[in-house]
């Protein structure tokens, strides 16, 4: 059962999960890590980026919508 037998698989793919039919690669952590750092500073980058280009503009009413008109 099971169809076909397991045919040859390139050995250079990097995943963090460890590739193909792998059952509990030995340095599942440490590629876990890896992702989640690289991750992180990517996200990091992208929030810096976001945040320097960002415009934020004050919107003041005018004294007519506000009441204050001088005069109590």
Same mark, same amino acid.
């Given at each position: 059962m099971g169809g076909q037998p397991r045919y040859p698989y %390139?050995? /250079?793919?990097?995943?963090p999960a460890g590739g193909w039919w792998c059952e509990y690669p030995k340095n599942c952590k440490k590629n876990g890590v890896k992702t989640s750092i690289a991750l992180f500073g990517i996200l990091s980058l992208a929030? *810096? /980026? =976001?945040?320097? *280009?960002? !415009? !934020?503009? =004050?919107?003041? %009413? %005018?004294p007519a919508i506000t009441g204050s008109h001088g005069h109590h």
């Open positions: %390139p050995t /250079t793919v990097w995943t929030f *810096i /980026t =976001s945040k320097m *280009i960002e !415009r !934020r503009y =004050s919107h003041t %009413p %005018p």
